[in-house]
């Protein structure tokens, strides 16, 4: 027998399935830890939900909603024809040199010194990019007019694809206070009204996007993660609706340390 899949695991913890095929689970168990333990797991989550649920933070809430936001996106996209993937490779070739969105956006991670930054890349007509400014955790006023002043330099000096002077001087802006740089927060209006939204986070590695559909609907279908050092590999990921009807979101967690343009498109309407 092969290894439990996540639905005849949870089908077998309820108690859903024919005696024959529980029976031979049960038999499967004797011999496989790997399944046993994931069992235990989900007997474990099922006794004790409720203890589980109030110790989990507000922010691991929302990553597990952002999650299954995701999933059912997956499922959904994987049954459509042509696949994601295929979708992804047909707009690659082109993506690169100009994004359908006319939108790119600059990233900077470093985990090891718990930094992240945001800058602006492409923009589309009549939009403006905004880091947004630090407003609690330094302190003084002028340690605040300060931090923004690094957090700008550095910003600037990415923009420019300058990213080991970015890290300088995001580092001299961590003398001032821990925090100060462990995260990253930007958006892009056009006339006062949010296009799109970036959270970078040093810390653990994690970027954060959520772009708001157009007027007559279209949206970028995917975002793009790509390396500005050739050695690590892009990643692509599929744009999910979000709670709001306008808003589509997604997420890259587990991102290496270096420099990356965050590229959108092709645009399409749901």
């Known amino acids: 027998m092969n290894h439990l899949d996540d639905m005849l695991s949870q089908d077998y913890v309820a108690n859903r399935l024919p005696d024959e095929l529980r029976l031979a689970i049960d038999e499967h168990l004797t011999e496989c830890t790997a399944c046993l333990e994931r069992v235990r797991s989900l007997n474990l989550l099922r006794d004790r939900f409720d203890e589980v649920w109030e110790a989990w933070s507000a922010a691991e809430h929302g990553r597990l909603h952002r999650q299954r936001l995701l999933t059912a996106a997956l499922v959904q996209a994987e049954s459509t024809t042509p696949s994601v993937l295929q979708r992804v490779r047909q707009h690659l070739g082109g993506w690169l040199e100009t994004a359908a969105a006319g939108l790119s956006v600059n990233v ?53 694809h300058r990213p080991l002077e970015a890290l300088q001087t995001l580092t001299a802006a961590q003398g001032m206070d821990v925090r100060a740089v462990q995260g990253a927060v930007s958006e892009l209006s056009r006339e006062g009204t949010p296009v799109f939204q970036a959270v970078a986070d040093g810390v653990r590695g994690r970027i954060a996007i959520k772009h708001r559909s157009a007027a007559d609907g279209q949206h970028p279908a995917f975002v793009l993660l790509v390396p500005l050092d050739s050695q690590v590999r892009a990643r692509a990921a599929l744009l999910v609706r979000g709670e709001g009807d306008s808003d589509w979101i997604a997420e890259f967690d587990g991102v290496a340390d270096g420099a990356y343009q965050l590229l959108f498109g092709p645009m399409t309407v749901p």
């Open 108 to 160: 900077l991670v470093d985990r090891t010194r718990r930094i992240a930054c945001l800058a602006a890349g492409q923009l589309p007509p009549g939009c403006q990019f905004t880091l947004c400014p630090v407003r609690e955790g330094v302190g003084a006023v002028e340690d605040l007019a300060r931090l923004e002043e690094f957090r700008q330099q550095g910003s600037a000096l990415l923009a420019q």
